[in-house]
């Protein structure tokens, strides 16, 4: 396989990446403003991946999050079962450890996942949470639906965290829309990347 290079070096200016089994190709971008969410609608595409770039609360101390919709987006409320955990490291140093959180799972749960561990996402000048998700298979409508996620954010409290989730969507119809937002609050700034996989 031949590697590419990506001579913009920018992924907010990506639009389209070769890869061995198909092409990921832009699909949908959005840039929050003070929004109350961020929703995208999908279609046929084998897989999607959003990117996050510098996804910055207006709250204090919140949670990153997602939920998907198999109506269009007239209800979030997708079934999902799902396990998170997470590393950081104190800013100052000297806390610092690799951990499982039982807060961030959810148990056959219809409510909106959390992407960031401990949601703890802090709204400081500085602060803001960059990751990707990656949906597998959505319009299948056989199988229940993975996904896994990995972000990186600033916390309230001065750590540097890496938090990772996976889980399924346990559904057998089609998923066909995306919402994402803050646990409490507006998101302030940032921007959502959506990518289809041929």
Same mark, same amino acid.
Request: net charge negative; hydrophobic share 35%; glycine share 12%.
């Given at each position: ?6 001579? @913009?070096?920018? $992924?907010?200016?990506? &639009?389209?990446?070769?890869? +061995? ?6 699909? %949908?971008? /959005? ?43 007239? @209800?979030?409320? $997708?079934?999902?079962? &799902?396990?998170?955990?997470? +590393? ?6 000297? %806390?610092? /450890? ?101």
């Amino acid at each position: 396989m031949a590697l590419t290079k990506l001579n @913009n070096k920018a $992924v907010a200016n990506v &639009t389209s990446i070769p890869v +061995a089994l198909g092409d990921m190709v832009l699909v %949908s971008s /959005a840039t929050a403003s003070s929004s109350a969410s961020i929703e995208f609608s999908l279609g046929s595409y084998k897989e999607y991946q959003f990117f996050f770039v510098n996804m910055h609360p207006q709250t204090d101390n919140v949670a990153f999050q997602f939920q998907t919709s198999t109506d269009g987006g007239s @209800n979030y409320n $997708v079934t999902k079962t &799902t396990t998170a955990f997470g +590393a950081y490291n104190y800013e100052g140093g000297g %806390s610092y /450890a690799l951990n499982y959180d039982g807060s961030g799972d959810l148990a056959q749960g219809t409510g909106y996942q959390q992407l960031n561990d401990n949601g703890a996402l802090g709204n400081g000048n500085d602060e803001s949470l960059s990751g990707f998700l990656h949906l597998f298979s959505p319009s299948d409508t056989t199988f229940v639906k993975h996904f896994v996620g990995t972000v990186q954010y600033y916390e309230t409290g001065n750590y540097s965290v890496n938090s990772f989730v996976a889980g399924y969507g346990n559904t057998t119809s089609a998923i066909n829309a995306v919402d994402f937002k803050m646990s409490s609050g507006n998101i302030d700034a940032g921007t959502i990347q959506m990518f289809g996989i041929l």
